[in-house]
Structure formats: C-alpha cells, structure tokens
C-alpha cells in the first residue's frame, strides 16, 4: 500500500513562447515514452503530459494582470493548454487596483478599465477566479500573503 503525497510545484512561465515549447516538449516525450513502452512495460506509464492532463494530480492556475494585453495572452494560454486536453483550475488576477478597495478619483478611468478586464475573466474565461488586490509593498512570505487573503 502506497501513502497518497501532496507535491506543491509552481511553473511561472510567460503566456506564450516558452510555455508552448514546453507543452511541445512534454507532448513529444509522452509520445516516445508511449510509443516505446508499447505492449513491454508490466506497468502503467505515465509521462509528464499525463499528470498535467490530470486534475487530481495538477492544478493548472492562471495569474494575469487587469489588463487588455495581459487578458488576452492569457485567455490564449488557456487555448493552447485547452488543446492538450488540460483545463485550468483557476484564474488569479493579480495587482488589481478595484480589489484594493480604492476609490482615488485620479485612478477611476483605470479602476473602470480595470473591471472591463476582470468581468471578461470572470464571466468568459475563467471557473473560478481570484483577485489579489494591489499593495504599495508586495507581500513577501506566510503572514503578509495570510494578510491580503482576510
């Protein structure tokens, strides 16, 4: 009997480019790895792609900021890993000046443009979704990630 392990791993990748090589590289190597164990391996072979493709393995989140270009190649992204067969769990819409609760009037038109934004994620892109509100101080380690969380 085998004891069940949670593994935490963050990928933090740009949303084109070398996150598609990656998927390329991960696809290609389940291909050989498929291809050579065919009819010869006494167990099940699971390649990288196979845990990516598994929700209960792997937990794809999304993190974009508010923003119409950073939306956009995200919701590519999403596209893309929709294509190999692996649905992201969530978006996280990061550095959001409307979850910080502001109401400065100088910032208003970016606060508007800003929920354009997140109404695209919340209401087309995502299943689930999460803003971090924007912090004069990035929140670094346990308790400052705990305190942005409340």
């Given at each position: 009997?085998?004891?069940?392990?949670?593994?935490?791993?963050?990928?933090?990748?740009?949303?084109?480019?070398?996150?598609?090589?990656?998927?390329?590289?991960?696809?290609?190597?389940?291909?050989?790895?498929?291809?050579?164990?065919?009819?010869?391996?006494?167990?099940?072979?699971?390649?990288?792609?196979?845990?990516?493709?598994?929700?209960?393995?792997t937990r794809i989140i999304i993190v974009t900021l508010?923003?119409?270009?950073?939306?956009?190649?995200?919701?590519?992204?999403?596209?893309?890993?929709?294509?190999?067969?692996?649905?992201?769990?969530?978006?996280?819409?990061?550095?959001?000046?409307?979850?910080?609760?502001?109401?400065?009037?100088?910032?208003?038109?970016?606060?508007?443009?800003?929920?354009?934004?997140?109404?695209?994620?919340?209401?087309?892109?995502?299943?689930?979704?999460?803003?971090?509100?924007?912090?004069?101080?990035?929140?670094?380690?346990?308790?400052?990630?705990?305190?942005?969380?409340?």
């Amino acid at each position: 009997m085998t004891e069940a392990r949670s593994a935490f791993v963050v990928l933090d990748t740009a949303p084109t480019g070398h996150t598609l090589l990656l998927m390329d590289a991960t696809g290609a190597y389940h291909r050989q790895m498929t291809h050579a164990f065919q009819g010869t391996a006494s167990g099940r072979v699971v390649t990288p792609l196979m845990r990516l493709q598994d929700p209960e393995y792997t937990r794809i989140i999304i993190v974009t900021l508010p923003e119409v270009t950073p939306v956009s190649e995200a919701a590519a992204l999403q596209e893309d890993l929709r294509r190999a067969r692996i649905e992201p769990f969530a978006w996280v819409v990061n550095r959001s000046l409307m979850a910080s609760g502001s109401r400065d009037p100088v910032l208003a038109s970016r606060v508007a443009n800003e929920a354009r934004q997140v109404e695209r994620v919340t209401h087309g892109l995502a299943r689930r979704t999460f803003a971090v509100p924007w912090c004069p101080q990035p929140p670094v380690g346990v308790a400052a990630l705990g305190r942005i969380s409340e």
